[in-house]
Every structure is written in structure tokens, then in C-alpha cells.
């Protein structure tokens, strides 16, 4: 079973960056499309960005398109989530999420594949 350990998450003002890191065990993690989903207080948690398992497809959430970059190594079973021009709305616990399925790229997009999460990081954007 794959393991999910996220990092880089604290308070940051309007407008500055972070770098979200996702630190995949088991010998799977390599072949699973990857994506970085969040939840605010009160709200649906939300997929903001995935990559598919060849690294050769990206997704972004139109909210964060030309602000986040999310990218992997899978060299280092690593996912990352480059967060630039924060706003106040993007505070939020950000997930890393794994598909439970392995070699497809089909629906990578779609929230309801990623079902192995982390713990969480808490991301905060003050005004």
C-alpha cells in the first residue's frame, strides 16, 4: 500500500509562495496519478491539481491556473504543488492523494480517483 506524507505548509502573506512536498512510499507510487486536493472550513474539499502517473498530463482547478505548478520525481517518489501569487482564498488543508489504480491516466482529473491520502498540511494566507 502506497503511504503519503505531506510538507511545506504554514502562513504566508497575499501574494508570496510556498512549495508543497508529498513524500510517496511502496513501489507502486510511481505508476498512480497524483493530485493535490484541498478542504476549507465549511467547504467540499477540492481537486486543485494532478499530474497522471507518466508525468506527461497535467490538471489544474481554474482558481489556481497560471499561479500553481504541480510536478513529480519519481525518482524520489516525490509529488510537488509550487504555490505563487497566494490569495486569502487559497487557505485551506491541502492534501496529497493518491488513484488506487495503477497505469491509466483515464479520468486522473476526476477528485473520486484519488482515494490514498496524506494527513494534511495547513496552508494560511493572510491579507
Known amino acids: 500500500q502506497v503511504q503519503l506524507v505531506e510538507s511545506g505548509g504554514g502562513l504566508v502573506q497575499a501574494g508570496g509562495s510556498l512549495r508543497l512536498s508529498c513524500a510517496a512510499s511502496?513501489?507502486?507510487?510511481?505508476?498512480?496519478?497524483m493530485g493535490w486536493l484541498r478542504q476549507a472550513p465549511g467547504q467540499e474539499r477540492e481537486l486543485v491539481a494532478a499530474?497522471?502517473?507518466?508525468?506527461?498530463?497535467?490538471y489544474y482547478t481554474d482558481s489556481v491556473k497560471g499561479r500553481f505548478t504541480i510536478s513529480r520525481d519519481n525518482a524520489k517518489n516525490a509529488v510537488l504543488l509550487q504555490m505563487n501569487s497566494l490569495k486569502p482564498e487559497d487557505t485551506a488543508v491541502y492534501y496529497c492523494?493518491?488513484?488506487?489504480?495503477?497505469?491509466?491516466?483515464?479520468?486522473?482529473?476526476?477528485?473520486?480517483?484519488?482515494?490514498?491520502w496524506g494527513q494534511g498540511t495547513q496552508v494560511t494566507v493572510s491579507s
Open positions: 511502496g513501489r507502486t507510487s510511481s505508476s498512480r496519478n
Open positions: 492523494a493518491a488513484d488506487s489504480r495503477l497505469y491509466t491516466s483515464n479520468s486522473y482529473y476526476t477528485p473520486g480517483v484519488y482515494n490514498i
Open positions: 499530474i497522471d502517473w507518466s508525468g506527461s498530463k497535467t
